[in-house]
């Protein structure tokens, strides 16, 4: 799985001349964030991400500006644009939830929308200082945010857990009640204060099922800013088979074979674009590609 196709250059994070030049060249690609919504264009569509010199009053209106990294030698800045009734007019942009538009994106658009998304999102969330109530300021590129009184915070995220639960020739795949009808996924869940990922994934797979596993082997990892999170892959075996929903949970949860997984008769697995597309892709053809 990939992630950032940006260099992020961190180094460059608080030399002010440098970010004082990125707002001021005429070459240095925008990406507007709208109400948590990213511009696209066409059909399928494809990240809108502007020069400074072909609209310049996303710079003039943002309400942040983020250095996300450098594309080669180019500067890329995210613009947080005002939560206005309506979204500003880019030329043929169309602001997107990125779940509308996520299936036709590349891996590196998609990427980057997401990581425009997710510091959009915290920088919302941390306009005022949560122990003390006094407003934040944008400091260091955007990658942290001060208060008067000298108190900094930094963007953070919620650890997730995914587990493909593997039991021979069959694997254990459950639907939640807010996915799309037919679909089926590996369990996921948050990992808690004071837990190894390794003991989140047993917590959840047996408070979401009742089975207890071991021999957890992580597969992978991908971002997940919706709002905040990592989410963390794994495979693991089952010691015990008998499933006992949680169904305050889960709808479902049911034993597949690879063939049945593969074959894909009266369901279906997440897109390409997640995580667990690929987790049980790797498990149900290990030898083909996702």
Same mark, same amino acid.
Not at 110 to 129: I, S, T
């Given at each position: ?7 992020? +250059? ?9 970010? +004082? ?44 500006? &983020? ?18 009734? /309506? ?14 538009? !996520?299936?036709?994106?590349? #891996? /590196? ?43 900094r915070h930094f963007?953070?995220?919620?650890? +997730?857990?995914? !587990?493909? &639960? !593997? ?6 795949? +459950? ?14 869940? *948050?990992?808690?204060?004071?837990e190894t990922l ?27 800013? *919706? ?7 794994? *495979? ?30 009266? #369901? #279906? ?22």
């Amino acid at each position: 799985m990939r992630g950032d196709p940006l260099d992020r +250059a961190a180094h460059l994070r608080r030399d002010d001349a440098f970010l +004082a030049a990125a707002r001021a060249n005429p070459e240095t690609r925008l990406v507007p964030v709208w109400r948590g919504r990213c511009l696209v264009t066409g059909r399928p569509a494809r990240a809108l991400t502007p020069t400074v010199a072909e609209a310049p009053e996303l710079l003039e209106s943002a309400e942040d500006v &983020v250095f996300l990294g450098l594309d080669g030698e180019r500067a890329v800045l995210l613009v947080d644009l005002p939560a206005e009734p /309506d979204p500003p007019t880019i030329g043929e942009g169309v602001f997107l939830n990125l779940f509308a538009a !996520v299936t036709q994106l590349s #891996f /590196d658009e998609m990427a980057l929308l997401a990581y425009a998304r997710g510091m959009a999102v915290w920088h919302r969330a941390h306009r005022f200082d949560p122990k003390t109530g006094l407003p934040t300021k944008l400091v260091e590129g955007g990658f942290a945010r001060e208060s008067d009184d000298g108190a900094r915070h930094f963007p953070r995220l919620d650890p +997730a857990v995914m !587990v493909l &639960v !593997v039991d021979g020739d069959r694997c254990l795949l +459950a639907r939640q009640p807010a996915a799309p009808p037919g679909m089926l996924s590996a369990l996921a869940g *948050f990992v808690e204060p004071g837990e190894t990922l390794e003991e989140c994934v047993a917590r959840e797979t047996l408070e979401e099922v009742g089975l207890e596993v071991r021999d957890i082997r992580y597969f992978g990892s991908q971002p997940w800013p *919706f709002p905040r999170s990592l989410m963390i892959g794994f *495979f693991a075996e089952a010691v015990t088979t008998e499933i006992r929903l949680d169904d305050e949970e889960l709808e479902e949860a049911r034993w597949l074979t690879r063939d049945e997984v593969r074959r894909s008769e009266g #369901f #279906f697995i997440p897109p390409p674009f997640s995580l667990a597309h690929h987790l049980i892709r790797a498990w149900a053809d290990p030898a083909g590609t996702s």
